[in-house]
């Protein structure tokens, strides 16, 4: 047991009360990790009060139920767990400064320190994979419905296994996983990968009306009129964002739509050669080198991105190019 998780486990059995959150906007990985390991909790220490928050999402609520977020106020001495989360400004729900201890488990590069305890592995596929690793290590027990969640948040964050970020650790960790619980992955699938007709149709209207550069940055802007059109809501861009990773003249591309609860630009951008998280984190936004977002409140501020975005294509375009003439 590394020195990281014995602590973290030294936390959670000293604190009677427990938030754990995650970030805005939240994926599978965000949610499932978040479940299970409040489930995981209660399991070993059923005394515990232990609170799962955020705003739910309705597309992944076969993962579990989150909890409403207690009055902060009346929290004893809390800890709070921040999951899958670099930056403060980005935790759903939970005010950091309200609680006497803050542990943070994340896969993401390290933007915002949080607390006195800080586990960041940026080579772990998701942090559900971290999750695991840490009830394996530190014995905590994992029924049916915890193996599933955390199951659901590896596959998803690691798109079934085909990142780079997918080692033999992943394999190892799940297949433990798997053994102890004997869960039916075959049943897990469809909840996570089929999709309505009209979520097709959508997917469709974006591969045929992306914009491609000669430097291979491709883009689109999706108007609320074409997302009432399919029927869809603002998040399905952000979901299908990795249905895209295998186009042969594209090595960046990223999709934007407006929030109009946040009044807000949500972008999603992804790569399969330029580092472009630091781009992201110029224009309010940030994650992982290949795969990261952006909020931003002016469409002239989405066009600076995209331009940046392309830029970084034609550099690396020319750096690979330099590469192979030696």
């Given amino acids: 047991m590394?020195?990281?998780?014995?602590?973290?486990?030294?936390?959670?059995?000293?604190?009677?009360?427990?938030?754990?959150?995650?970030?805005?906007?939240?994926?599978?990985?965000?949610?499932?990790?978040?479940?299970?390991l409040r489930d995981a909790i209660k399991l070993r220490y059923p005394s515990k009060e232990v609170y799962a928050v955020g705003q739910p999402v309705t597309k992944f609520k076969f993962i579990g139920k989150l909890d409403k977020l207690p009055n902060e106020e009346k929290l004893e001495d809390a800890l709070l767990i921040?999951?899958?989360?670099?930056?403060?400004?980005?935790?759903?729900?939970?005010?950091?400064?309200?609680?006497?201890?803050?542990?943070?488990?994340?896969?993401?590069?390290?933007?915002?320190?949080?607390?006195?305890?800080?586990?960041?592995?940026?080579?772990?596929?998701?942090?559900?994979?971290?999750?695991t690793e840490f009830l394996i290590s530190a014995r905590f027990r994992a029924n049916k419905e915890i193996a599933e969640a955390l199951y659901i948040g590896?596959?998803?964050?690691?798109?079934?296994?085909?990142?780079?970020?997918?080692?033999?650790?992943?394999?190892?960790?799940?297949a433990i996983l798997l053994k102890n619980s004997k869960i039916d992955i075959g049943e897990l699938y469809p909840k996570l990968y089929e999709r309505p007709l009209n979520e097709v149709k959508f997917?469709?209207?974006?591969?045929?009306?992306?914009?491609?550069?000669?430097?291979?940055?491709?883009?689109?802007?999706?108007?609320?009129?074409?997302?009432?059109?399919y029927g869809v809501d603002a998040g399905t861009a952000s979901n299908l964002v990795n249905n895209f990773n295998n186009i042969k003249e594209i090595i960046c591309w990223a999709l934007v739509s407006y929030d109009d609860?946040?009044?807000?630009y949500k972008v999603n951008m992804r790569s399969r050669g330029p580092v472009i998280n630091e781009v992201a984190s110029d224009f309010n936004g940030g994650g992982h080198a290949y795969a990261c977002g952006a909020r931003i409140e002016k469409m002239a501020d989405v066009d600076k991105l995209f331009r940046a975005?392309?830029?970084?294509?034609?550099?690396?375009?020319?750096?690979q190019k330099e590469d192979k003439d030696k």
């Fill in 2 to 36: 590394n020195s990281k998780i014995r602590a973290i486990a030294r936390r959670i059995k000293e604190h009677k009360q427990i938030v754990i959150a995650r970030h805005i906007g939240p994926d599978p990985d965000a949610i499932a990790s978040q479940v299970a």
């Fill in 261 to 264: 609860k946040q009044k807000l």
């Fill in 203 to 229: 997917q469709s209207y974006i591969a045929e009306h992306l914009m491609v550069t000669s430097n291979g940055f491709a883009s689109l802007k999706i108007s609320k009129k074409t997302i009432e059109k």
């Fill in 309 to 319: 975005l392309d830029k970084k294509c034609k550099e690396y375009k020319a750096e």
């Fill in 154 to 174: 590896v596959v998803s964050d690691s798109e079934r296994f085909l990142f780079s970020t997918t080692t033999y650790k992943t394999f190892e960790l799940m």
């Fill in 82 to 131: 921040v999951l899958d989360c670099p930056n403060i400004s980005r935790i759903d729900g939970p005010n950091i400064e309200k609680y006497s201890e803050v542990v943070k488990i994340d896969h993401h590069p390290f933007e915002d320190k949080m607390g006195e305890i800080e586990w960041v592995n940026i080579d772990a596929s998701s942090t559900c994979e971290m999750v």
